[in-house]
């Protein structure tokens, strides 16, 4: 009896060992899992939000717990933000979050609304303290020929429209499709709808002039006008 005792007893305090050291490990291991921070933060696709924008927006800008913060989360606030079109985060073993953005890319800014126009046709309020660097549509535009307006800049190099400092509609009686593009560089590009996507080539163009301003004819003709 006292042999099966003890042996019950050793077996009881083998098992009590174990389950104590599990206990313990599961401690240390939760212990570590709270104490991690995140090492990094990396951003992806963006240009018009900054990373520390992203940072204030996902509210992750004092670098948090990392396995405790919830990706969705982050997600969800950042496409938030009007210029946040989608957004993926995933982390990985350097204890490091990537953040992949796809921005909406704003067009032009209204004028007479002060409105910001984006590729998606929507437009909010120009209250942002950001330099968007995007040409200003400087006059009225009738909707039939606005809606096209935004239809054929996004044909447009994202680059190319942002050295775009104007955009003016001036119709003749000839061609009611007609606009004025103003340039950073001070040319100007008459142009009209139906030809808009060879302002593309626009490079290719003025490269001949060796460094000459003056009004290139898109509208009709492809020529060159050098000011005087």
Do not use: W
């Not at 003056?214 to 009709?220: A, M, N």
């Amino acid at each position: 009896m006292k042999k099966r005792t003890r042996r019950k007893f050793k077996i009881f305090i083998f098992i009590l060992s174990v389950i104590i050291l599990i206990g313990l490990g599961v401690f240390l291991l939760c212990s570590y899992v709270l104490d991690v921070k995140t090492r990094t933060v990396i951003m992806h696709g963006n240009s018009i939000v900054s990373d520390d924008e992203i940072l204030e927006i996902a509210d992750i800008i004092d670098y948090p717990n990392f396995f405790l913060t919830n990706t969705k989360n982050i997600e969800r606030k950042l496409e938030k933000d009007v210029f946040i079109k989608n957004v993926e985060v995933k982390r990985d073993l350097l204890l490091q979050f990537h953040i992949y953005i796809e921005e909406n890319k704003p067009l032009f800014i209204r004028e007479d609304t002060n409105m910001i126009v984006f590729d998606k046709n929507n437009e909010v309020k120009n209250n942002v303290s950001k330099d968007l660097d995007v040409p200003y549509l400087i006059n009225y535009v009738p909707n039939t020929k606005y809606d096209d307006l935004i239809k054929k800049l996004k044909q447009i190099n994202y680059g190319l429209l942002k050295r775009v400092s104007q955009i003016k509609y001036e119709p003749t009686k000839y061609d009611e499709d007609r606009f004025i593009l103003y340039m950073n560089d001070s040319n100007r590009v008459y142009i009209n709808l139906p030809k808009f996507k060879n302002f593309n080539d626009y490079d290719k163009m003025v490269v001949k002039f060796e460094g000459k301003t003056g009004k290139l004819y898109l509208d009709s003709g492809n020529y060159f006008e050098i000011d005087k």
